[in-house]
């Protein structure tokens, strides 16, 4: 039956949806998960199962969305509306859009995003965004003592006090707000992420926090099936994100954003494209050159590579001449343990954090992540 073909197929493309989760140390820590899908994927990751890719639950779409079209064009020279086989399986479900909604179950993106139909978990669940770190040394090549910006209110005239090295963390999350906005598809998470820079070896200046910036978003996202240059695309989706240091003037930053996401796989590789378009503050404007530092969009690739992740972040203005500013960043989490990681953070270019928008620096900082990207 075709149901049966499709349903084997779909099985056979499931995977944990917590990928991104830290590793058990035994088999015995899972049984005190009440929900089944944590319990399941802690228990395979426990006992070192490595789940099928998602090439199966592709193809089965692929194959699902040949069929439809076949039946479409059939019933069309009869004459007849369009019916979709009956399914053993699924005798309540048209086994063809479960397949054409399963496409990429597994994959790196459905990991994190819950895309796939039977890849969704409910509403209101915590789930790792960007990723969980600490940076005991976080090194910049040029501490920026006098914050600036073409808005004289926001720009400090007396030195401040700050030493070389640092400690940076950063924590992240996110939630599912709604599910299934339309049909089986469209999900609205909402997110924040705060990292900080603490001058704690700064003991001189009391040991100050230099640096905190809060990033809370909310985000419609899509699932989607297309796939280009032997990549598939996974994801589209549209946000609003405000970012801002929570400080008085003149050391006050702040922007809000109109975010597109864009985001694709290959195997062990992920990227992600965000173009976005800065939401006017008006006159009183803390930042008012921040897209010609910061840039205009960014763009992240991930490799995995057995328990090894390494990303790379790009952005740019997308301007030339004496606009023409930008920044890249590159980090590595690696294993030291079971449940924890490495993690080595290199920086160059503008905006390492809202206060350093307009400043130009070299960090290299040293630490472990609870969480990376995948």
């Keep these: 039956m075709i149901g049966t073909r499709f349903g084997c197929a779909l099985l056979a493309a499931c995977s944990p949806a917590f990928a991104q989760t830290i590793a058990p140390s035994s088999a015995e820590a899972c049984t005190a998960i009440e929900n089944s899908a944590d319990r399941l994927a802690c228990y395979d990751k426990a006992l070192g199962r490595t789940p099928l890719d998602a090439r199966q639950a592709d193809i089965a779409a692929k194959e699902a969305k040949a069929i439809r079209e076949n039946l479409e064009l059939g019933d069309a020279i009869d004459g007849k509306p369009a019916q979709a086989p009956a399914s053993d399986l699924y005798p309540q479900d048209d086994p063809l859009a479960s397949a054409l909604a399963n496409a990429g179950k597994g994959s790196m993106l ?84 705060q990292s900080s820079r603490w001058q704690v070896f700064n003991g001189d200046a009391s040991r ?73 503050d008006g006159n009183d404007d803390d930042n008012p050159d921040i897209s010609d530092y910061i840039g205009r969009g960014d763009a992240t690739l991930v490799r995995r ?43 160059d270019g503008y905006g390492e954090s809202l206060i350093d928008y307009n400043h130009r620096a070299t960090y290299v900082g040293f630490g472990v992540s609870l969480l990376e990207w995948y």
């Design 110 to 193: 459905d990991g994190r995003w819950e895309l796939a139909k039977d890849s969704k978990l409910g509403t209101f669940n915590f789930r790792a965004y960007k990723p969980v770190y600490l940076l005991p040394a976080f090194w910049s090549s040029n501490q920026n003592e006098l914050p600036r910006s073409p808005n004289p209110r926001n720009t400090v005239t007396s030195p401040q006090s700050l030493t070389a090295v640092e400690a940076k963390f950063q924590l992240s999350f996110k939630t599912k707000a709604l599910e299934n906005v339309f049909g089986d598809n469209g999900d609205v998470w909402m997110a924040y992420t």
């Design 208 to 280: 100050p926090f230099r640096e905190t910036n809060y990033e809370p978003e909310v985000m419609l996202v899509f699932r989607t099936g297309y796939h280009f240059a032997g990549w598939s695309g996974r994801l589209l989706g549209i946000g609003v994100n405000h970012q801002s240091n929570g400080r008085a003037d003149p050391l006050s930053r702040s922007w809000n954003r109109v975010i597109a996401s864009v985001g694709l796989d290959r195997g062990d590789w992920a990227l992600m494209l965000r173009p976005w378009w800065r939401v006017s």
């Design 305 to 347: 590579f057995g328990r090894h992740e390494f990303s790379l972040t790009a952005r740019h203005s997308l301007r030339s001449g004496d606009d023409a500013h930008g920044a890249v960043q590159l980090d590595w989490g690696f294993p030291i343990s079971r449940a924890l990681r490495g993690h080595v953070q290199v920086f």
